[in-house]
């Protein structure tokens, strides 16, 4: 069981984060440094969301999260390789520790894969 923080607030949302984790957590597999962990987590993988208005337009970051218990990602780095469900991912950043929980920033594809150089507009 996880260790509990001091103050009530904090132990209400460490107990609430293990339940989502135990209830709509799925198994994922990580490759960092050589070695190879598999952990229980939710990704978080939003829809695009762009807002186009007259004269200019708002682009929002989509980039996937999965949110996981800190203690199971230890030695987990940037660009280590992540894959659940025959999906590869890698992990762009590490977030901070919140009450023994965080979040990974992940890009789509193999690890260090970058995306095709844009050229031009896509539609004339």
């Known amino acids: 069981m996880l260790s509990m923080p001091d103050n009530d607030f904090d132990r209400a949302m460490a107990k609430a984060d293990h339940e989502i984790l135990r209830a709509m957590g799925r198994e994922f597999h990580i490759q960092a440094g050589g070695r190879s962990v598999h952990i229980r987590g939710v990704l978080d993988e939003t ?15 989509v980039a996937p999260r999965l949110f996981v218990c800190t203690r199971d990602i230890e030695g987990v ?3 280590s ?5 025959g999906v590869v991912y890698w992990v762009v950043s590490i977030g901070p520790n919140d009450n023994g929980f965080c979040y990974l920033t992940l890009a789509r594809g193999e690890p260090g894969t970058s995306l ?9």
């Not at 829809?47 to 970051?61: A, F, M, P, Q, R």
């Not at 390789?81 to 469900?85: K, S």
């Open 81 to 85: 390789r992540v894959e659940c469900d």
């Open 116 to 124: 095709p150089v844009i050229d031009g507009w896509s539609k004339k």
């Open 47 to 61: 829809e695009s969301d762009v807002l186009l208005k007259k004269g200019g337009g708002t682009i929002h970051d």
């Open 77 to 79: 780095s940037r660009k």
